[in-house]
């Protein structure tokens, strides 16, 4: 496998928003028109389910802004592509166990009677679904391979038995699946990962989008107020759902034992020239890649985002200049004045935020700078009731940037980072060894209601319905195509009469 391909992509020259804070949904030009292959969230933390701690929960989520009504095909992954999680344990700026998902489809072509001939369907069900695929026209299957060194295993179904997993139907409303949280639930799967003690879990399947933003406002030049209310504004995603891949491992098999510290970001690689119809044919080329939340849009430049998401960790020097000399602090002086002050140059704040790890938190022993998310396996998880959206900056070690949980307010992180508010903590900004912007709360005015129903905290313009799950695969259950109200919302089924 030629793996990543580096390859020419065509920039697209049309203009592009000042800002653009959804995560990483549709952030560079090429991925912006392939959205089965553009990741938008990565999460890394320790599992926080009750009994669990000693395993580590991966969600790699991809194909956004999903509208829950997006039928008759809805959201498959795609057949020709390999979805990766990487892992380095060791300070490199390279992956040493890699998770690859490949997917496949059975159509069934189901038929009915249409005046005396067999005649397929147009619809991805015929009738109620069930756990075992009943009615269900397309269903879709994955293998999951694990990569050490180059070796490749697959790895065990070790709840059904096999290789093969299957991911549920989205949900495509409330008459043809009543109840899609028991119905998905089949679908969490016990996995036997070769080279480790204990099993771990995986889960492929639609979720309720956990991102949280304020991008109406955002995307207009940023209107709204940046040191207002931190839930003064609604969250753009609150009606969005998103495919999940979740996977919990034992930390115990994804660290040496000499160092804590790992690092992670999700790719995929598709064929230069699939062939309608094939199975995968090589060489590969890698189209997009996700760590940290926001990078490719808070600090890649334009011209160099489709770079970025086709290039590995090994090659980041050539993005430094991003990092050292952002570009956003600059545009928001632009737009706020004094009440948003640039920090001096070099940022090596953002270099040890980005690249390296914080010292004493979450850099690993023997670093090489890279963009990757990273986290200290070694620092105990938070429970839901006490979790801090704003992770280590609120006081809770558990949290973005040490890896990244679904309650994690990245967007505000993000923005005091990039405004200075780690300048002398993390690494001096220039001269300056103190925040310049002097602890400025900088917000897009969204926030969710809280890590778990039992911690639910709604106020001004949050939506209650914008939590988690405190157990595995943490992300809520997906919205319903219908009925389709408010958010999903439910309303009453119409009654139809002779």
């Keep these: 496998m030629n793996r990543p391909a580096r390859y020419a992509l065509a920039l697209a020259a049309a203009s592009v928003p000042l800002l653009s804070f959804a995560s990483s949904h549709r952030e560079a030009p090429f991925i912006a028109g392939l959205p089965k292959l553009d990741a938008t969230d990565l999460y890394l933390f320790r599992s926080y389910e009750p009994g669990r701690s000693d395993y580590l929960t991966i969600i790699a989520n991809y194909i956004p802004f999903q509208n829950p009504y997006g039928g008759p095909n809805f959201y498959p992954l795609d057949t020709h592509a390999i979805y990766e999680i990487n892992i380095s344990n060791d300070g490199r700026a390279g992956p040493d166990i890699s998770f690859h998902f490949r997917f496949s489809n059975m159509q069934k072509n189901l038929a009915v009677d249409a005046g005396g001939t067999s ?9 109620t679904v069930d756990q075992n695929g009943k009615n269900v026209n397309v269903e ?10 180059g070796s490749s295993q697959l790895v065990g ?32 799967y016990d996995v036997s ?53 979740a996977l919990e491992v034992p930390i115990s098999c994804l660290t040496t034992g000499k160092d ?38 808070l600090v890649i430049g334009l011209p160099d985002k489709d770079r970025f998401n086709s290039s590995g960790p090994d090659d980041d020097s050539q993005f430094l200049k991003y990092v050292t000399n952002p570009t956003l602090p600059v545009l928001l002086n632009v737009l706020f004045g004094n009440a948003a002050m640039v920090p001096q140059t070099p940022r090596n704040d953002l270099v040890t935020v980005f690249l390296t790890g914080i010292k004493g938190i979450n850099q690993p022993m023997n670093v090489e700078p890279a963009e990757m998310m990273r986290l200290n396996t070694s620092i105990d998880p938070t429970a839901p009731s006490s979790q801090n959206d704003l992770g280590v900056m609120g006081g809770d070690k558990a949290g973005y940037p040490n ?38 709360p900088y917000t897009d005015g969204a926030k969710a209601a809280g890590a778990d129903s039992g911690s639910l905290h709604v106020a001004g313009a949050i939506n209650p319905a914008d939590t988690y799950l405190d157990t595995f695969p943490y992300l809520n259950t997906p919205l319903p195509g219908s009925p389709n109200g408010p958010n999903g919302v439910s309303k009453t089924p119409p009654t139809m009469t002779p």
């Design 119 to 127: 005649i397929p369907i147009p619809l991805i069900n015929i009738g």
């Design 140 to 149: 879709q299957m994955y293998i999951l391979k694990v990569v050490r060194k």
């Design 403 to 440: 890896g990244r949980r679904p309650f994690d307010d990245v967007v505000d992180i993000s923005l005091r980072a990039a405004e200075g508010a780690l300048c002398g903590v993390a690494g001096s900004c220039g001269s300056e060894t103190s925040d310049p912007n002097n602890g400025a």
């Design 260 to 297: 804590p510290v790992i690092g992670a970001w999700t790719t995929v690689i598709v064929p230069k020239t699939p062939q309608p119809g094939s199975d995968f044919h090589g060489p590969y080329t890698q189209v997009s890649r996700l760590g940290n939340p926001l990078v490719c849009e």
């Design 193 to 245: 990962i070769p080279g480790c003690s204990a099993p771990g879990r995986v889960f492929v399947g639609q979720r309720k989008d956990g991102f949280v933003a304020n991008l109406g406002e955002v995307f207009d030049l940023v209107n709204t107020n940046p040191v207002g209310p931190r839930d003064a504004e609604p969250n753009s995603l609150s009606d969005q759902n998103v495919t999940s891949l």
């Design 157 to 188: 179904n070790a709840t059904i038995g096999g290789t093969t997993f299957y991911r549920p139907v989205d949900n495509i409303g409330q008459k043809s699946i009543s109840d899609y949280a028991s119905y998905a639930n089949n679908f969490i």
